[in-house]
């Protein structure tokens, strides 16, 4: 096993300057584990930061193809570590090993996306205005424009994905790739996992001779974070988490003299739109792919389906039933730690209190550490006045809403808030109504499912993982997918600039051969 | 003449409803213009909003081949507005019968470049995965992705482009191409000419059977800006002005329960390099360029270049003396209104006061409305420890910092703020320190120039508008140029989708023959 040091990573060296400490705890025991892991101190933060800064644009200037090498490096090294992560993870999470090692098969598939991308080079979208000296009345000059990183980036790692949301998840890889140094601060509730992951990138960063501060892992809690987000290096932050936490670093990031971006991935209920036509003939397949997605994890996905709406009659009734019956023939399973735990039973107790809410069916007990599920029933006509029934209850919770015709359906979409994702089942018959429900759902999510479950988000090209608010502080971006690293850049234009000067993006013949538009008009050559 | 309303202009209703007015002023004079405008009360803030709102999932839908034909009839509309457009506009900011005619141009030609790039249909980087329903361990879905329009914008006119940078300027043109309804607030020193604009979209946006409430205009001040930032229905913001004005709506953008993206263009001193090389044996030419810079429309522009930076020396005195001697010979000049004139004079007065500050130069006395050219000058020394010095003097004063050696040079670029521009003149000998600078200099700006001025902004492809804060609150995005559209937009994707219910743009075939990616490889096939 490699031994744990305990300690801040600033750039490659070490720092333990703090009195503070925290241990990373096992959720299923309550069990303390070794060893105790030192809370940054300002300084070390400080240091963090001005290390980032020092190399910010040096870093930034790199070819793709060296950052390409980094981050294809940082995965071999993740890979590395082997069995002593993964059981570090299983330690410090409780989730089972198989989904932690294949959580690890994510953040370095991940990395290599990115790297395959900044490799390709045409993310910076290049355009270049050649010069027209003979315009008249006046001359047009040669200008070219491309994506550059934007500074130091400060990552928040992220409880629910010990790997691919955390220290070397998607948030520092997109960074990384956009040629944006990470100062990340680890989630507390796997400092240990944390460390090795950091320790890999770090080792990385060295082996391919990156600059020393390109990357670093300071420890701690909310105040740590804050001093991160406040310092005035820092030019962009990622965080996923709840929407409490986002919203208190999104607000900070605004108060600042200098605000900055701040892409926080926040709470989403994610509703399931069941049409009539879907559920005739296949009630307890509906039921089934439902439950299935709303256990796994123990409910603690971001996509987590937690409202399911559908239009009363015998087969919902059914279907309600058959939900019901998985959820209370389902195992109570361990959540990610005490404090999210907790938080758990108190949203379930008190929904479970309101009178507009049922309670169809609940898994046998809930002791400490230990979550079941439970499936709410309300009606449309409540779920339309009471915008409490929204709220995100993270963990294996559904809120089943019975409308009384499509017009309650489509009146339900209408008030929904800002959602990662809408899904919609249909079949036959149901073309109009998904048509009706698809027109206002798609104003009101990130990504639109049609007769899929929302849980399972493909790290590909195409997908987007973001929303209106509050799923996101701004739905302009995605954090999962190859176009996550445009997050972390700026277009800079260069006019009448020297061929020397130019990035080489930028020169005449196209050096990189990436695709650029040359006076509006795209191409390779 | 065409008759003034001084009506709200609530999508195709005019509308009355306060006791308020305003009243264009010519800047000259100070005489009062007719008619009375009326201000707008909250209830018709609201009533804009809403019909926007009504609509924003309808315009968002539609091809962009057909907003293209709406953005191309508003630039013909505003054409036949024809000589009164042109008076009005002269009258109620006194700039040149010249200059706003070339506005104009401007005006229309971004309305058509815009057009043209919705037209051809690309800018919705439009990606898609196909399925590999075989993939193991787990298919793989379809899922295909592009940029949809946010929903309502709130527009700001800016007063010193009254037609380029207000009602029908780049942030409305560019936000109607990205398919969002617009409520615009008219700058109230040019409500005249802001309504004249604002009938000609609406009588586009009728003529072109736009749905109602594409385009409303209201008129007002401070209060009824505000009213708009913070109506839930408004999804973003653009704004042109000061870094006080935009920091407000910033803030209260921010605030909001569901915060909303601020695309505020705010303060920028737009510092110019003179390297040695680039004086040897052209030391009038670079005072001509510099002062013509400096002293056009007023020094009103955003990209006016209040601060140039050289090396001590004979050819760096002449320079100096030429420079001031330009000013001196300059002829006072009409501000936009008597406001900014006032604040002006006030800030000219407050910098000659300053201990470490030498007034080189200064044009003939500015009276009431007139303001005249001003060269101060202070040593690298001060600049580098007074933040003060590098505040932005909305107007034509320059000034002028004189460093020891290049030493001195290299740490003024490191103690900017961020920019819009930064400008780097370097001839013979120039190479490496041109290198040093712009190294420093292209962390802290949208755009660099070479050997040539940054006034003067070109509507193309490749500009970028914008850079690090305070010059803009989003340095990931630009307000002149095809890419200002992206402020606007966000991306949403499609899982599974039957091809009926996807956009023309993502579907199978490629029916808009536009560019994409479809899995991760670039084509229009």
């Not at 790739?177 to 890999?200: D, I, N, Q, Y």
């Not at 988490?241 to 926040?266: C, K, N």
């Not at 007769?451 to 996101?472: F, I, L, R, S």
Request: aromatic letters at 6%.
């Amino acid at each position: 096993m490699i031994a744990l040091l305990g300690s801040q990573l600033i750039g490659s060296r070490t720092s333990r300057e703090g009195e503070d400490v925290l241990h990373g705890v096992d959720p299923a025991t309550g069990k303390v584990l070794q060893p105790a892991f030192n809370v940054a101190t300002h300084d070390e933060v400080d240091r963090a930061v001005k290390k980032a800064e020092d190399v910010a644009a040096q870093f930034s200037r790199m070819s793709g193809v060296i950052r390409a090498r980094f981050l294809r490096r940082i995965a071999d090294e993740i890979e590395a570590l082997g069995a002593d992560l993964i059981e570090r993870a299983v330690a410090e999470t409780s989730l089972p090993e198989v989904r932690i090692t294949g959580e690890r098969g994510r953040t370095c598939a991940q990395l290599r996306m990115f790297a395959d991308e900044v490799e390709e080079g045409s993310w910076v979208d290049a355009r270049i205005d050649l010069a027209q000296p003979d315009r008249s009345p006046l001359p047009k000059p040669d200008i070219r424009r491309m994506l550059v990183g934007l500074g130091p980036v400060g990552v928040f790692g992220a409880s629910n994905f010990p790997l691919a949301f955390s220290v070397g998840g998607g948030d520092t890889a997109s960074a990384l790739a956009a040629g944006c140094p990470v100062v990340c601060k680890s989630h507390p509730s796997h400092p240990g996992t944390s460390e090795l992951v950091g320790r890999a990138i770090i080792k990385a960063a060295v082996g391919e001779g990156m600059p020393d501060g390109v990357f670093s892992l300071v420890q701690g809690g909310v105040e740590v974070g804050e001093w991160l987000v406040q310092h005035r290096g820092i030019k962009a932050v990622g965080f996923t988490g709840s929407l409490r936490g986002g919203r208190a670093l999104y607000d900070m990031a605004s108060r600042r003299a200098e605000p900055i971006p701040v892409f926080a991935e926040m709470g989403s209920v994610n509703p399931v739109f069941v049409l009539p036509g879907a559920l005739a003939g296949h009630v307890d397949a509906v039921a089934t792919g439902y439950a299935t997605s709303l256990m796994m994890g123990v409910g603690q996905f971001c996509t987590n389906p937690g409202i399911l709406v559908g239009i009363a009659g015998d087969d919902f009734d059914q279907m309600v039933g058959s939900i019901a019956d998985h959820v209370r023939g389902a195992d109570p399973g361990v959540m990610l730690n005490r404090g999210i735990c907790d938080n758990y039973s108190m949203l379930i107790t008190e929904r479970g209190r309101h009178d507009a809410v049922k309670i169809e069916g609940m898994g046998n007990g809930s002791s400490s550490g230990l979550a079941s599920g439970v499936v709410f029933s309300t009606s449309a006509a409540e779920f339309l006045v009471d915008q409490s029934l929204q709220a995100e209850v993270f963990g294996p919770a559904a809120l089943i809403v019975r409308c009384l015709n499509q017009e309650e359906m489509l009146a339900v979409v209408g008030v929904l808030e800002g959602q990662l994702t809408g899904t919609i089942l249909m079949g036959e018959g149901d073309d109009d109504l998904g048509r009706q429900i698809h027109g206002r759902l798609v104003n009101r999510v990130g990504r639109v499912i049609f007769n899929g479950y929302p849980t399972g988000v493909e790290v590909c090209d195409a997908m987007q993982h973001g929303g209106p608010y509050p799923a996101t502080s701004d739905s302009r971006f995605t954090s999962v997918g190859r176009s996550a690293l445009l997050r972390w850049a700026r277009p800079v234009a260069w006019q009448g600039a020297p061929q020397g000067i130019l990035p080489e993006e930028l020169r005449d013949g196209n050096p990189r051969g990436i695709w650029r538009r040359v006076d509006s008009v795209m191409g390779r050559e």
